[in-house]
C-alpha cells in the first residue's frame, strides 16, 4: 500500500522525470484523440524508472528495513539491504511497468496543457538540450533529496519538539503524537 507521501511524490517526480529515448508522437490531427496522443507521448518520454526507484528507496525501504530489523532483532548487513532494494525494486518493475506510470501521468498533462503546449514540449525534449535535461533530472532529483534530508536532520529534534508544543497548545495534553509519546 502506498502512502499518501510516496503518491504525491510520484507523481510530482514524473512529471519532472524523462526516460532517453521516446517513440513517435502518433499522427492524430485534431480533437480530443490529438491532445490524449500528446499527452501520452510527452508521459512517455517524462517517465523515468530509475527515478521511481529513488523514490521507493526514500520511503519504502526505510518501512521495510525497520519491519525485517524487528522481526530479525537484529541490523540488517549492507548485503542483505541491497538484496531487499534489489527485490523491491525488480517487484515494483513488475507490478508497476512503465506503462502503468505513463497512463496515470497522461491525464496530468492533458488537464495542465494545450495541445500546442505539448507539441512544443515534444519539439523541446528532442532537442539535444531537451535530452540532457531528460537525463539530467534524476540527478537533480537524487541530490536535492540527499541535500534536503541533511540539512532537514540538524533541526528535526527541535521540530518534533514544536510539533509537540503547537498540537499540546491546539488539542491539550491527550492527543496523538508521532510514536505515541506525549
Request: proline share 4%.
Amino acid at each position: 500500500m502506498m502512502t499518501r507521501r510516496l503518491r504525491l511524490g510520484l507523481a510530482g517526480f514524473f512529471i519532472i522525470t524523462q526516460i532517453a529515448g521516446c517513440a513517435g508522437t502518433p499522427v492524430v490531427k485534431e480533437g480530443p484523440d490529438r491532445h490524449e496522443a500528446l499527452s501520452r507521448e510527452v508521459a512517455r518520454m517524462t517517465f523515468n524508472q530509475q527515478a521511481v526507484n529513488t523514490e521507493i528507496d526514500a520511503v519504502m525501504l526505510v518501512a521495510i528495513d525497520t519491519n525485517v530489523k524487528a522481526r530479525l532483532g537484529r541490523d540488517l548487513s549492507p548485503d542483505e539491504r541491497e538484496r531487499i532494494r534489489t527485490i523491491v525494486n525488480r517487484v515494483t518493475l513488475e507490478v508497476y511497468p512503465q506503462v502503468f506510470w505513463e497512463n496515470v501521468t497522461y491525464s496530468i498533462y492533458m488537464q495542465y496543457f494545450s495541445v500546442g503546449d505539448l507539441e512544443k514540449l515534444i519539439q523541446f525534449y528532442r532537442t539535444p538540450v531537451g535530452q540532457k535535461l531528460r537525463q539530467f533530472q534524476t540527478t537533480m532529483t537524487t541530490e536535492v533529496g540527499q541535500i534536503v534530508k541533511e540539512r532537514m536532520k540538524p533541526r528535526q529534534a527541535e521540530y518534533t519538539r514544536r510539533l509537540r508544543e503547537e498540537m499540546n497548545k491546539e488539542f491539550g495534553q491527550k492527543h496523538p503524537t508521532p510514536q505515541g509519546k506525549s
